[in-house]
C-alpha cells in the first residue's frame, strides 16, 4: 500500500493502473470519470478505481488529495465483486479522521526549512 498527496490540474487522459486506488478529496474536487461513470468527487464523497479500470480527472489548482494506491491482496476483497455496482462512496467520520492523521503524520516527515 502506498499514499501520494498530489494536486491535480487540469484535464488529464484516460489512464489505468495494475493497482487499485482511493482517491480521496483532502480540500477542492475534481470532475472524474471511472469505467464510464462521472462524478463530481469532493471531501464528503471518494472514488474506488480498481485495477485495470480506465480514468481521466478535470480539476482546478486548488484542490488536493490523498490517493491509496493498493493492491486486491491489500484490500482483502476483490473489488469487481464488491464494487462493480459502487464506484462512488460517501466519506465516514472516521475515514475524515484517517485522512486527516495522514495528512498530519506527512507533514512530519516533511524536511523543516
Known amino acids: 500500500m502506498h499514499l501520494d498527496f ?11 493502473h495494475s493497482h ?11 470532475e472524474i470519470e471511472v469505467g464510464g ?4 468527487l469532493h471531501t464528503e464523497q471518494c472514488a474506488f478505481v480498481p485495477a485495470g479500470v480506465i480514468h481521466s480527472q478535470l480539476a482546478d489548482g486548488k ?9 486486491e491482496a491489500e484490500l482483502g ?7 462493480a455496482e459502487q464506484v462512488f462512496l460517501p466519506v465516514t467520520a472516521s ?3 484517517l485522512i486527516g492523521f495522514a495528512e498530519a503524520a506527512r507533514r512530519e516527515e516533511a524536511p523543516v526549512d
Open 6 to 16: 498530489i494536486r491535480y490540474s487540469g484535464a488529464r487522459p484516460e489512464e489505468f
Open 77 to 83: 476483497f476483490s473489488p469487481a465483486d464488491c464494487l
Open 63 to 71: 484542490s488536493r488529495f490523498l490517493v491509496v494506491n493498493c493492491t
Open 95 to 97: 475515514a475524515k479522521q
Open 20 to 30: 487499485a486506488q482511493i482517491v480521496l478529496a483532502m480540500e477542492g474536487g475534481m
Open 37 to 40: 461513470r462521472a462524478e463530481t
